[in-house]
DNA sequence: GTAATGGTTCCAGTTGCTGGAAGCTCAAGA
DNA sequence: TCTTGAGCTTCCAGCAACTGGAACCATTAC
């Protein structure tokens, strides 16, 4: 398989095959032509490290769990903690996310939003305490 | 006021400062000695921008939040329309966010996490339809 | 033969900083 | 006065994870 057929059935752009290839994600044969030759091995690899990055897996996870993949003697405990950690971040994340949204909510509602220029939000923005 | 003091007084690393004046954010004035030389203007403006970016504004966002603060015969619908853009921007990243978390929450929760290998996080990831 | 499509490599840019090196300035102590 | 240390300067490189574009080669269809 070529690089357009993989991309399009690992649902992953050529570009970021090529990039996968660079920093060693996945190691593709090469035909005489130079093209890279896709094994289904790789397409499943490919599928498997978009299927991890659209979960947000960096991708220094979806190596390591690639590697545990590969490897019949992994115990699913370290699996599982990669993922636990990954969760915490996700959940983090979220918390931030939400606590933004709740302060910039509160200065959305506040804001008439009309023709003059008094503004609530830059009124907030403006009120740091740098004394 | 020099960097440091500026620094401490905004919430801001020296390097962030710098930075911002790099990209046109602050222009503030030079000592004989080559330091920069911080008015309160600055020091304001630095804060201005230590909050925006606190609630997730762009630095793009925070040059034209920047601007309207400036500019006295703004209307607040612009600032109002910057922050209501934004404010989309995060309620979908939650979104992507609280999706992700909730595949990964159930993958884990299913996976036993000891020394055997089999896992269903693997599985999952592994079971994408590439044909 | 030629044109379109699809490969190849390499370099640069994205966002928002951050780290580090090399060197200058300033304030305080021996 | 000399020195030491802190703090300032600039510049270059790197982070994550791609993405765009240029220049060029290969294949295929007409």
Do not use: P, W
């Given at each position: 398989m070529n690089i357009g057929e993989v991309a399009e059935r690992a649902g992953l752009p050529p570009?970021?095959?090529?990039?996968?290839?660079?920093?060693?994600l996945i190691r593709p044969l090469r035909?005489?032509?130079?093209?890279?030759?896709?094994?289904k091995n790789d397409l499943h690899k490919l599928a498997f490290l978009g299927r991890a990055r659209a979960l947000g897996f960096s991708i220094e996870d979806c190596r390591t769990l690639l590697a545990l993949y590969d490897d019949g003697t992994r115990e699913s405990a370290q699996v599982k903690q990669?993922?636990?950690?990954?969760?915490?971040?996700?959940?983090e994340k979220i918390a931030q996310l939400?606590?933004?949204?709740?302060?910039?909510?509160?200065?959305?509602?506040?804001?008439?939003?009309d023709h003059r220029p008094d503004c609530p939000i830059l009124e907030d923005l403006s009120n740091a305490n740098v004394d």
């Open positions: 570009k970021t095959i090529r990039y996968y290839e660079d920093i060693g035909s005489d032509n130079g093209y890279r030759a896709f094994q990669i993922a636990e950690e990954h969760l915490h971040q996700i959940d939400k606590s933004m949204r709740n302060t910039l909510a509160h200065l959305v509602e506040a804001c008439h939003g």
